[in-house]
């Protein structure tokens, strides 16, 4: 279950380290919130772009392991990539 590229270390970083980070710091320290929006918006965008990024180059070789992935940035995305993907492509 190796990623393709080397740089999709990165991506997988991102998405399984710091797309839960925020909302885990949001539950654990709830007067942070305010201090929290912006980054939390801006790892918004940034599932955006890796979901993006997922559907034009899946970031595994297994079949299996792109569908987990493509599930797990689904709940950060806010949309099943099985819905987005008529529309784009």
């Known amino acids: 279950m190796l990623p393709r590229y080397k740089s999709d270390y990165r991506t997988l970083f991102w998405a399984l380290v710091l797309f839960p980070l925020l909302p885990a710091l949001a539950i ?19 599932a955006g772009v890796l979901t993006h990024h997922h559907v034009h180059v899946p970031v595994f070789r297994a079949q299996r392991a792109n569908a987990l992935y493509g599930i797990w940035l689904s709940i950060f995305y806010g949309c099943p990539l099985a819905f987005w993907i008529p529309t784009h492509l």
Request: net charge positive.
């Open 28 to 46: 654990a320290w709830p007067r942070a919130l305010p201090w929290l929006i912006p980054l939390t918006l801006y790892t918004s965008y940034c």
